[in-house]
């Protein structure tokens, strides 16, 4: 474990929402309890539907759910943990527990950038319909003074003809 991997982790379960402080000292020495922690509200977090039996008060039942969350986490997400690096429950659980915590923030960026090309996008089909009713507004006033222009183009050709005609009289 090494100091930079310990800091990642800590701000990516940060970012997820996770309610507890995890200090910078907290995998100094083996906290099972908090690891185990971790993992459920990881594994729950990932699939909330999923039913991970949470005892782990004896040894036995620290395997058993370990070996739980390893199975769950190689089937449904394709990463593949140490179990025996998780139950030691200091520094090198941290690599572990990183690798579902990283994929979780990975998809949560995703998610977050998508939303936000959704808004660029429907703030950018908005704008192309303002602009699309001001180009016909301005299409019907060309058209318009087109119109207006060719009379008096004609009335323009006309003139002389009426004037030598009034002139001659």
Known sequence: ?????????????????YQRLISMES???????????ILNWLVHRYDPLLQIPFEVSTEHERVQF???????????A?????????YSADGYAVKELLKISSL?????????DDAE???????SIAAKLND??????LASEITGQVGTTCCLVALVCR???HLSHHTTH
């Open 66 to 76: 370990l070996k739980l969350v390893a199975q769950v986490m190689y089937t449904k």
């Open 104 to 112: 979780l923030y990975g998809s949560m960026r995703r998610n977050a």
């Open 132 to 137: 699309l009713k001001l180009t016909r507004t």
């Open 1 to 17: 474990m090494s100091f930079r991997e310990l800091r990642t982790f800590t701000e990516i379960m940060r970012s997820l929402g």
């Open 159 to 161: 003139l002389p003809r």
């Open 27 to 37: 995998f100094r020495t083996p906290n099972f309890d908090l690891v185990s922690d």
């Open 117 to 123: 090309k959704a808004a660029q996008s429907d703030f």
């Open 78 to 86: 394709r990463i593949k943990l140490n179990k025996k690096k998780l």
